[in-house]
């Protein structure tokens, strides 16, 4: 089973993710968000149209490639992928977005289908609210965070199982609601699965 938890910046995802693999333990696997990875770990981050492919380029096959290790390494747990192969289309440059898909030779509909459900917790950023959150890859504005989810959201809820999670001016309201929709989402994908 495998579920992506994805949002603009700011969106309560991680925390999300940490709370309810600590809630249910070896049954769930956290696939950490490549492009954090990636820059924390001193990826360059340039502004060249170019430079901004490429850099996609690489989060999206460490995405897919850290997605696939975990699911072999740990067959019979639920992965909670922060962030999805799709993500990438909101830091493309340009307007022609559809150039994403085709520059890594896949679909929408693909990569899409990789994933059981989603879950997409809207930016804090929605709400006028700071996003900073400890994260030091996050380096957009609050109309850049805003901006990023609407493309993120545009293109996440053509999926079937698509579950929307509002900003809130509380967080924890925010995150309860958000680990509501997670366990209701795999214990319907559970049930679907035995019948």
Not at 63 to 91: F, S, W
Not at 128 to 146: F, H, K, S
Request: charged share 25%; net charge neutral; hydrophobic share 40%.
């Amino acid at each position: 089973m495998r579920i992506v938890l994805t949002g603009g910046p700011g969106g309560g995802k991680t925390t999300a993710a940490d709370l309810f693999r600590r809630e249910l333990g070896e049954q769930v696997v956290v696939v950490p968000e490549a492009a954090s990875m990636l820059f924390n770990g001193g990826f360059p981050r340039w502004e060249e149209p170019a430079a901004v492919k490429a850099a996609q380029q690489a989060i999206f096959h460490v995405q897919r490639n850290l997605e696939d290790m975990q699911k072999a390494h740990y067959p019979g747990r639920i992965l909670l992928c922060d962030r999805g192969t799709v993500d990438g289309i909101a830091y493309w440059p340009g307007t022609d977005k559809r150039g994403f898909f085709e520059f890594m030779e896949t679909s929408v509909e693909h990569e899409l289908s990789r994933y059981d459900a989603v879950i997409f917790f809207e930016t804090a950023a929605a709400g006028g609210m700071q996003i900073e959150g400890g994260n030091p890859a996050r380096v957009e504005t609050l109309d850049q965070a805003v901006e990023l989810d609407r493309c993120l959201q545009k293109t996440w809820s053509r999926h079937p199982q698509y579950t929307l999670v509002p900003n809130n001016r509380s967080f924890f309201k925010k995150i309860t609601m958000g680990l509501a929709a997670i366990e209701a989402i795999v214990e319907r994908l559970r049930r679907e699965r035995q019948s």
